[in-house]
C-alpha cells in the first residue's frame, strides 16, 4: 500500500534562509508525488508534482522539489523563505483508484 | 490551475438537522470527485470518492447513510450531513480531478459546526 511520511512536524526557518520541508513515500510501481500548501481555514493548493523526467521539480511560489528514487524522498524546497510561505504543506502520493494518500503535514515557521 | 469552488465556506446548523455541501468544479470536467475530513492540527481523511453517474464509494468507517454523496454531472458533487450531530462538527473539503495523471483540485473548504 502506498503509505507518506512527514517526520517533521514542524520547520522554523529565519525570513530569507533556505527552506526544507521532508518527504518520504512508499509505492508499488512508480510514484506520482505531488506537494500541496494549505493555509488557516482553507483548502489546499497545488505546489507542485512529479510524473516522470527531471528529478528537479519547479512549482510555484519559487517552491521546488526533488525526487530522489534511491531514497524514496520527495523533499520540498525554497532558496529564500518568506514570512508568507508560513502555512501547513503536505505531501502527497497518488494511489488506487486516482485516490491522493496524504503525510500528516508540516507546519512551516518563518520568522523575520 | 483548475478552479474548484466549495459552498458553503462555513455553515451552523442545529443537532438533527440536515446539512448539504457543493463542489463545483468551474472550468474542466471532473471525472472524479473526493470528499475529505479534517479534524484540527490533522492531516486529511479520505470519507469517499464519487464518479459521475455511479454510486460514491466509501471508505472504512464512514457511514454512507450519515454522508450522502451525489455527484450528479461532471462539475457538480454534494454531500449532505444528515442528522447531524455536535461530533460531526469539523472541516470538509472536496477535490477534483480531471484524470490519472492530473493533479487533484481543493475547494476551499467547509467549516461544518453542529450545536
Known amino acids: 500500500a502506498q503509505s507518506v511520511a512527514q517526520p517533521e512536524d514542524q520547520v522554523n526557518v529565519a525570513e530569507g534562509n533556505p527552506l526544507t520541508v521532508k518527504c518520504t513515500y512508499s509505492?508499488?510501481?512508480?510514484?506520482?508525488l505531488f506537494w500541496y500548501v494549505q493555509y488557516p481555514n482553507r483548502g489546499l493548493q497545488f505546489l507542485l508534482k512529479?510524473?516522470?523526467?527531471?528529478?528537479l521539480v519547479k512549482g510555484s511560489y519559487g517552491f521546488e522539489a526533488e525526487f530522489n528514487k534511491s531514497q524514496t524522498s520527495f523533499h520540498l524546497k525554497k532558496p529564500s523563505a518568506l514570512v508568507s510561505d508560513s502555512a501547513l504543506y503536505f505531501c502527497?502520493?497518488?494511489?488506487?483508484?486516482?485516490?491522493?494518500?496524504f503525510g500528516a503535514g508540516t507546519i512551516l515557521r518563518v520568522k523575520s | 490551475g483548475a478552479v474548484v469552488s466549495q459552498h458553503p465556506s462555513w455553515v451552523i446548523c442545529k443537532s438533527g438537522t440536515s446539512v448539504k455541501i457543493e463542489c463545483r468544479s468551474l472550468?474542466?470536467?471532473?471525472?472524479?470527485m473526493f470528499w475529505y475530513r479534517q479534524f484540527p492540527k490533522q492531516s486529511l481523511m479520505l470519507m469517499a470518492t464519487?464518479?459521475?453517474?455511479?454510486?460514491?464509494?466509501?471508505e472504512q468507517g464512514v457511514e454512507k447513510d450519515k454522508f450522502l454523496i451525489n455527484h450528479a454531472s461532471l462539475t457538480l458533487s454534494t454531500l449532505t450531513v444528515t442528522s447531524a450531530h455536535p461530533e460531526d462538527s469539523s472541516f470538509y473539503i472536496c477535490?477534483?480531478?480531471?484524470?490519472?495523471?492530473?493533479?487533484?483540485?481543493f475547494g476551499q473548504g467547509t467549516r461544518l459546526t453542529v450545536v
Open positions: 477535490s477534483a480531478s480531471g484524470g490519472m495523471n492530473t493533479e487533484a483540485f
Open positions: 464519487s464518479n459521475e453517474g455511479s454510486k460514491a464509494t466509501y
Open positions: 472550468d474542466f470536467q471532473a471525472t472524479t
Open positions: 512529479y510524473i516522470t523526467g527531471d528529478n
Open positions: 502527497a502520493v497518488r494511489g488506487y483508484g486516482n485516490k491522493l494518500v
Open positions: 509505492v508499488s510501481g512508480n510514484p506520482y
